[in-house]
């Protein structure tokens, strides 16, 4: 069993930044690989992120490459998501997933946190 806690979420302006973190208890969280998904409003959940167990592979979708930075410290049991130049269609809630295996599928991940809310004002 893993519990994920998000955090780091809130509201800014276009072109800003914010750091998402997703702590993790439990089981070995360096045992899973970890992604971020995110969902607006009347919309599916989208994929965001993805990194392997060691943190030595990571995938972005094609909204947020070059944007978006997802990284980990299994040290410390935490993911993270860097996010720079945002803009307003990246408002959504962000989600925390972990996965046995690396992937873009929600449906993939066997552990989710709550989410935390980011909104990105034009």
């Known amino acids: 069993q893993v519990q994920l806690v998000e955090s780091g979420g809130g509201l800014v302006q276009a072109g800003g930044s914010l750091r998402l973190s997703c702590a993790a208890s439990g089981r070995t969280f360096s045992s899973y690989t970890a992604g971020w998904f995110r969902q607006a409003p009347g919309k599916e959940r989208e994929f965001v992120a993805t990194?392997?167990?060691?943190?030595?592979?990571?995938f972005h979708a094609n909204s947020v490459k070059g944007r978006f930075t997802i990284s980990r410290d299994n040290a410390k049991n935490t993911v993270y998501l860097q996010m720079n130049s945002l803009k307003p269609e990246d408002t959504a809630v962000y989600y925390c997933?972990?996965?046995?295996?690396?992937?873009?599928?929600?449906?993939?991940?066997?552990?989710w946190g709550q989410g935390t809310q980011v909104t990105v004002s034009s």
């Open positions: 990194i392997s167990r060691s943190g030595g592979n990571t």
């Open positions: 997933g972990a996965s046995s295996s690396l992937s873009t599928r929600w449906y993939d991940y066997n552990y």
